[in-house]
């Protein structure tokens, strides 16, 4: 994969790790990808050296991307690379490569990190902290229904992706999401908009992303869904908090007309 070759990102997240914010998104193919600018910045690596070194490697230059992120200073164009070839890059950084202090995070990074940026979005693990894994060997009733429901989760996302892979060949993707983004509502317990509230949601969110991408004559999909996602603190539109409805079509109404100067939706 060159490093020309953009990503669109349609789900966007934060990873406390050990205390340094890492940024994973899930692009438009269906992967999981982390900034390498950003696991650069955190080990005190070159950018320009480490993106060069996977160009001239076979397999990392397969994995790697560009992708737009949210940041705080805005959106970002940055060098992403696929979750699951992060350890064959790390392996490749020397002890030498980084300032002393910086060696047991490399030695982390080198045996966590992949790991724990996956685990964002298969179960939700936002954070490294230590102290959240002992609490889990408590023996209390929130703890035990946590698990049960972690294992339920876990089950479902697992039976759902082999119906996906053994039923029909032309079974889409974003249908196979769907179900386990219902799973996931039903476990969690939230009061989360209704079908026809989402339905709205998303129509609003399409019709921003065409009259932005008619200014800017690129697919503006992935960002608008991921604006959307930032400012509301989720993950889907199905799970925008009902209390929260009408609230988020003012937004995407208001965002519509500075665009366009149209009548809301």
Known sequence: MAENNELVPIEQRSVDFYGDDLTAVRANDGRIYASLNQMCRVLGLNTRGQSQRTDRHAVLSRGKGVCKIHTPGGEQSVVVLRVDLVPLWLAGVRASMVNDDVRPKLERFQEEAATVLWEAFQEGRLTTDSRFEELLNQETETV???????????????????????????????????????????????????????????????????ALGKQTGRNEFGACYGEMYRRFNITSYRLLPRKKFEEAMGFLTEWLQSVVGDSPF
């Open 144 to 210: 035990q229904a946590y698990k049960m429901a972690m294992a339920i989760m876990k089950l479902a996302r697992q039976q759902i992706l082999l119906e996906g892979r053994l039923g029909d060949t032309e079974i889409r993707l974003d249908n196979v999401e769907e179900r386990l983004t219902v799973m996931e509502e039903q476990l969690s317990g939230q009061d989360v908009v209704t079908e026809a509230q989402a339905a709205q949601i998303s129509q609003a969110v399409k019709s921003v992303a065409l």
